[in-house]
């Protein structure tokens, strides 16, 4: 009881420290890993808060998911001024809580593989789903997605649950586009060999890390993370014939924020060098816009789809629960 009142009394202390010295408070909402020890939050919210005279105030959530899921629970009494971490397979369905206002920001020339017009969501990052493997224990990696699914002796693998994790649901989205109505067929083909699916991103890989499986479902930017720390290039994306499943994460400011000139400011703060250029080897994704110094070395040797495969998210919204239905049943039998 003692412990809850000290952690009460040094909370009220740090609000009333940051109102005597008179600076606003920007809420940010956001996922977990963007925020935590090994993400972009803590350069992110350094390099802002040199320029805003503010202070920024991260509240986590675990993934895009449940970024939306409390944002439809807290409606317009939101405390958050600004969403950084959405997923755009989810954008429609965000959208359509009516939370957001429009961002305003000159969205030209950004470097992603399609065009973007939304005037409501952002996007700060981006990159393509892939699996991941170690090239020293697979030497000959499956080179699509079919024959990942259909060889009965191919490779082990780990995945995410699309009802909980964006690479679970992109993956969904992934074996619809190259399935369509046989998806089921296919995801009874893959079930013997899938290891389990995980909530989240992080435990999935962490169980290839260990050995568990000999693939997971991560992302082509992947590898560039054991490049650049580990020293590394062992570990790899497999690169598919049939084309890579695009993924895009957002930003976007509420219309309950009271503080709407400084969200306004941290909106046009994500597509500036100082935000971009935390991204590659801080969040593990491409930029949206690349900065003027360019991408990291270890970004260099990259595997590059040829072909993005995409809904968009008015057809994911229409068709989520029908996909997720056909999974469910091909996991079940």
Request: hydrophobic share 40%; with cysteine; proline share 7%.
């Amino acid at each position: 009881m003692l412990r809850r009142s000290l952690i009460i009394l040094a909370s009220i202390f740090l609000a009333n420290a940051a109102y005597a010295q008179g600076k606003p408070v920007l809420t940010v909402y956001t996922y977990g890993s963007f925020a935590g020890k090994y993400g972009p939050g803590k350069t992110v919210e350094e390099r802002f808060e040199a320029t805003c005279g503010c202070d920024l105030n991260w509240v986590t959530a675990e993934d895009a998911g449940s970024l939306v899921g409390r944002l439809r629970l807290e409606g317009a009494d939101t405390k958050a001024d600004v969403v950084v971490g959405l997923d755009m397979n989810l954008a429609a369905e965000a959208k359509a809580l009516n939370t957001f206002a429009p961002h305003g920001v000159d969205v030209k020339d950004l470097s992603l593989p399609i065009a973007w017009n939304d005037d409501t969501f952002i996007p700060f990052d981006w990159g393509y789903y892939a699996f991941v493997y170690d090239a020293n224990k697979l030497p000959n990696p499956p080179k699509s997605l079919k024959e990942l699914v259909e060889n009965p002796n191919g490779p082990k693998v780990v995945l995410q649950d699309p009802r909980t994790s964006a690479p679970g649901l992109g993956l969904l989205l992934w074996m619809q586009q190259v399935y369509g109505e046989k998806a089921g067929e296919a995801w009874t083909q893959l079930k013997p060999r899938v290891v389990t699916f995980t909530k989240g991103w992080s435990e999935a890989y962490g169980l290839f890390m260990k050995g568990e499986a000999d693939m997971v479902m991560s992302y082509t930017t992947s590898p560039a993370y054991h490049i650049s720390a580990e020293k590394k290039n062992n570990y790899k994306a497999a690169a598919f014939s049939e084309g890579h499943y695009l993924h895009v994460e957002l930003a976007g400011m509420t219309r309950a924020t009271k503080q709407p000139e400084l969200a306004k400011k941290f909106m046009a703060f994500v597509l500036s060098e100082p935000f971009q250029s935390a991204m590659p080897e801080g969040n593990w994704m491409m930029p949206a816009k690349v900065p003027a110094s360019g991408l990291p070395a270890s970004f260099k040797d990259l595997v590059q789809p040829q072909k993005a495969l995409l809904f968009t998210p008015e057809e994911v919204q229409q068709n989520r629960r029908a996909f997720t239905d056909t999974w469910l049943n091909a996991a079940a039998r």
